[in-house]
């Protein structure tokens, strides 16, 4: 499976195409609108996320609902792209990059004078579409009993030290959460954390925990370094708009741990086949997935774009000055979970259609099965 | 630029194939050598070590040391390969995989009884290879002032806060280390933590920060998310064994700091062009590269083969059994350290060939001035 | 750079998104819509011809027509697709497979019984959006004063030696024909051979030629098997529904010739550099171009679609069964040129960023400049 | 799967690696040996085939005699290469670029003076790798029945008529033939028409057809242009030094038949499944096997180093001067088709391990048995 996608933030649409997708999938649009929805809400989200109410067309790939196996393309249309299609002189060069965004660098990469022309595309709009082909891989994995959740665990000065037992208990709280939360006490103080930094006009990030569960063990692979899964899922959350680190299981705790109390002991039973009595290493060891959940932790940082603009140059004068101050939100950190919960749903089905295959659901049931029955 | 690596810990050699490496490159074996030398000496690392003296044999792709744009095939000689080539029948069957290694995962992904006929393959010994291909790269970055170094930040329960002005102040400092630390008086310490799980025998972990020098702005982009430069740098640190996290610059820290304080102000001057205050970003901004040191951190995970080794189960009775007893080092945070900058300066070469095409130095040098000259 | 295409023959819209594509290069939407019509008359062409006007709407990538590096998302609209919003039950399965068509390797492939899912995607209308990327891909090229042309050599039994003497030749006096050829004299009898097709409710093959004029010496590479110019430009042209040849240069005539006579002798001159009496090679030598045209040339089978259409089997009773009638075309073999001229212009400009770099036109034509000075 | 290969002519050794070759393959050395030999002997072959005797060493991958998923290393030594490891000073600048060679365009690509280093890697000496790499997929192949076989059928003037009817057909006349001919009249003509050139200094070239049976319906796709059987077949027959056209099944035939007779008519039987009458698509439709035998056709060009050189141009004083006359052979047809035959052989792994999945033999052999029985 490979996909592309496309589209600026004020452009007519954002798109995506993913090729290589098996065939008799069904597709409901609705899931996917519901995970466009998870995005765009949330306590510290902005303006714009008022205007926007993204809905995805399916423009091809399915029929009846049911994928036929080839390329499926999404299209979801910007509500707010007047901007763009105005004429050049109707607007001003934007000349002052925004530090914290990829402002500069990418006008030093492209040769590149008005950084409008980069913000279009670099801005985190890009996010939908992640979302929408991470939305189309949930509902395929869906029938592998394979769930996908996130829950904030840190935002600002705040964290929560509460771990849940299973996916079905991240489920349930965060569920109840306004937070997407799974520590109701420290939840009032995060909210309180975003509520200040947004009366200073200030922004503020945090941290979330991924996980995934029901992944079979042999995804990834440790014959080549491209291959693993640990750096595969590393690679898809990093790519995140904001990410700055990520963690498998224990991460930087293994680093404060010896040998001896840190590793996963190895047990049987007729009933689950192996089975670890703790979960350190995240589900991955030797980057090929062990049976237990895959626990990933991803540090977002605060939104660059402040009211009180930080300090910057012109890029054709050469001067100071301060950058410019654009609509922005005050914490983004639910909405990055619900984009990495995507993320490694994209990366968890193209490891498992790696391994069995990826022409039709049928096919891939089939070698499923068999596989699974010899991994007891 | 593609590479694939090829070896057992105990068959006849470890080998790798470098293709799309530029004509007319001078490449020196003895920094190869070099690098390897480092990533088997430390502190921490056991018996093995002792007994392997890794040199390279270049089999192809240079004429009197220069490249021809050929691939360039490497091969490092196994000392201790008796083991592999006994017959069959003149080794037991592995059947207890050790916890924290691939083994169980890897014998379930394979359909595989012997436990051996995955350890040789997923044993840290193919590394070697990732460091001749990093060394061969650090070669060609040389001719563009780019250095890559490391230090050990951690180990065990000790972490050190001291931090670097530059890399010239890494070089120097881990110059004069035994343990490739800035730091003397917590290198003490690290020492007496290695010691002691050492004497318990133990395992233990740590931290180590690799840096990048003189990486122009622009490597990277922001149009595809698997072109970001975090993102292929996060998948090429988080491939290393043991390694179970990845920051960049900040990295987790940005989850406690507000926007206002966060971000790296821009400044430009005549002599230098484009610079920062601060470094927060790790030198990426946008999956770009802004110019600043590439800064990363990752976690290393204790050693999993212990004296006192680990519970499991025989795979073949279903039988609880304690994982075997196998030769291993205590701590090999400053060999990951190594293998680090090597995968680092890989993938630093990929992006920069990305950027300035890739067949001749001559070529790529001028595409390199000329794309410089628009940078200020 | 890549692409990926999507949509299905009766869907809402077929449509591609291209990453990867340099900044700063102009766009008119109008040269695309001019290589679409193209693709579409032709004087063997059928009836659904008539009812389409593709027109192509550029989603994304542009700003003022000129493009901004990031992804180009393009989508052409199907007038024709009641057919596919039907309801399953408004639809009878397609239950028998038309020989020469994807048809029945497809529904084994996918384990399915309903040829219609199939023959959506497999049905040539999936190469309007290959014509519309190497719409944009020749804009791009003819700022390097690549031009690509192409002329029918042969329509069924009827085949022309006449050669060109240039790229300039093919355009001049295709342009004067009916038929997209070079000899006046043979194509009235070309023409003769799809009437007469036609009056039998007959199809009919042919043979086309596609040229490359303006490529510099150096695209491609003898370093990798594929990386080889000749072998992606084989693969681009055999991948175009209905072609079952690719000829480079004297092709298959090579195998009838001496080495004495048929290699092409090299000579210097001031003005020109260095250039070839003769161009059997078809531009390419060890899979490299060597600055002379590319030269190549394909053979497309008759439509398997028929009047009289073909024996087959029913997929679910397994009973004999005529394969069903549909509207079609008697000669295609135009058109393919069409396409193969595209599908070049695709490759091309690949090899082109590969090796001058990909960021911006500006950056590209800087290092294509300085390349070109040390060719002669 | 993939795999990289290395080594210049007269370097050290030339070398592979294949990665993502599946576990629980058994590779007999003496079967790769067997396919260099009969890559080097031949009627119109040269001197140099006198000293070597190409031996295979598997460096890595197996473990008595079985794969172990693990990247497999083979590497041939090369007899000759005392020229290669002189002294700069030791040899003197090849500046004159023979025809029909990758000599000049070599020498552009890379800004190169001295011809030797683009001969050293462009010499058809990389071409032992590929045949190491076919010849370990041939022993994959031969486990699902797949078997892959040659012959020529035209040698400069003489082109053989004769069709077999099957794979067997082609083994068993072939085996009993010098020049690889199932047309033991032709034979005669085509010795003699090597002779004739030899006499003469000259060198000749001719046709080749590669065939390969047992491979089930559904390997490769319509979906995505790049996954096409057929494109791909033909960039790995393409991608051999001195082929310069590809045919799939009638190939160039097809130009000049009718719809109505040139397609191959579908019928079922209970025993054999789906089969066809005829083969005119040469086991591919719409980019799908379609199983019955692939067959392809490639034309070899003569041999471009000859006693009495072309004429070329000396690249530093850029005056006129003949080629080098080098040692070579005569005809290489047979070779071409050996060659072909393992490239077939990888290009069939590749799409089978697509469809099937790649970790071990016993997994995949599982998930054909399983979709073979859907197919009927």
Avoid at 4 to 27: C, D, M, R, Y
Avoid at 100 to 106: E, F, M, Y
Avoid at 176 to 201: V, Y
Avoid at 291 to 314: C, F, H, M, W, Y
Wanted: net charge positive; hydrophobic share 40%.
């Amino acid at each position: 499976m490979r996909f592309l996608t496309a589209g600026e933030s004020h452009g007519q649409a954002v798109s995506a195409i993913i090729e290589g997708f098996p065939k008799g999938v069904k597709i409901e649009a609705s899931l996917i609108n519901k995970e466009l929805k998870k995005r765009m809400v949330g306590f510290g989200r902005g303006k714009r996320m008022g205007i926007e109410h993204d809905r995805v067309e399916i423009v091809s790939g399915l029929r009846n609902k049911i994928t036929l196996g080839s390329p499926i393309c999404v299209l979801v249309k910007n509500k707010d792209h007047k901007i763009f299609t105005q004429k050049k002189d109707g607007l001003k060069i934007l000349a002052v990059p925004r530090p914290g965004h990829a402002d500069l660098a990418g006008c030093l990469k492209y040769c590149e004078q008005d950084v409008r022309n980069i913000l279009e595309r670099s801005s985190a709009r890009e996010t939908v579409t992640r979302v929408c082909v991470g939305a189309v891989c949930k509902q395929f994995l869906a029938g592998f009993n394979i769930k996908i959740s996130s829950f904030v665990s840190g935002v600002g000065k705040i964290s929560s030290a509460a771990r849940p037992k299973s996916i079905e208990e991240i489920i349930k709280k965060t569920g109840k959460s306004k937070l997407n939360c799974i520590d109701s006490e420290k939840e009032k103080l995060m909210i309180e954390e975003i509520n200040s930094a947004r009366r200073l006009g200030d922004t503020v990030g945090g941290i979330v925990e991924v996980w995934a569960s029901g992944v079979c063990a042999g995804l990834g692979s440790v014959m080549h370094f491209d291959k693993r899964l640990d750096a595969k899922i590393s690679a898809y959350l990093m790519s995140i708009p904001s990410v700055k680190a990520v963690e498998i299981g224990a991460g930087f705790k293994y680093a404060g741990l010896r040998g001896s109390v840190s590793h996963d002991t190895i047990h049987f039973s007729a009933d689950k086949g192996f089975w670890r009595k703790s979960n350190n290493c995240g589900g991955i060891e030797g980057g090929i997935s062990n049976g237990e959940p895959i626990v990933t932790r991803i540090a977002v940082k605060p939104i660059p774009t402040l009211k009180d603009s930080l300090i910057s140059v012109n890029i054709s004068t050469k001067k100071k000055q301060k950058a410019p101050v654009v609509r922005s939100d005050v914490c983004v950190v639910e909405s990055a979970g619900v984009i990495a919960e995507n993320m490694l749903a994209i990366c968890l089905t193209e490891s498992l259609l790696d391994k069995f295959g990826s022409d039709s659901l049928k096919e891939i049931k089939n070698n499923f099965r068999y596989y699974f029955k010899t991994l007891s």
